[in-house]
């Protein structure tokens, strides 16, 4: 069981930076593997990034890959997803979602727990 809590959205203008933070409950947050989705309106819930329990290995969407690195501090029951070089296309709201496997960290379906999301905008 854990609860996660997404922060850190807002406005930026293209080319500009954000960091998102997952805050995760419980003792047992280092055991889950995390990852980030977004959701733009109208459009279908995508793969962002992933970051493991065991080894704290990531993966990216070729879309974010070499923009955005996913790492987390599990002192601190935090995941971050470090956003750089946005683009308009990036506007989404972004939901952190955590699974007890290390597999499969791209699918929907792997995951167990989902927080409420944050609006990530960029204007042009």
């Known amino acids: 069981q854990v609860q996660l809590v997404e922060s850190g959205g807002g406005l930026v203008q293209a080319g500009g930076s954000l960091t998102l933070s997952c805050a995760a409950s419980?003792?047992?947050?280092?055991?889950?593997?995390i990852g980030w989705f977004r959701q733009a309106p109208g459009k279908e819930r995508e793969y962002v990034a992933a970051i493991t329990a065991t080894g704290g290995r990531t993966s990216y969407a070729d879309s974010v890959k070499g923009r955005f690195t996913v790492s987390r501090d599990n002192a601190k029951n935090t995941v971050y997803l470090q956003m750089n070089t946005l683009k308009p296309e990036d506007t989404a709201v972004y939901y952190c979602?955590?699974?007890?496997?290390?597999?499969?960290?791209?699918?929907?379906?792997?995951?167990?727990?989902w927080g409420q999301g944050t609006q990530v905008t960029v204007s042009s």
């Open positions: 419980g003792r047992t947050f280092s055991r889950y593997s």
């Open positions: 979602a955590a699974t007890y496997s290390d597999y499969n960290v791209a699918r929907l379906y792997a995951y167990d727990y």
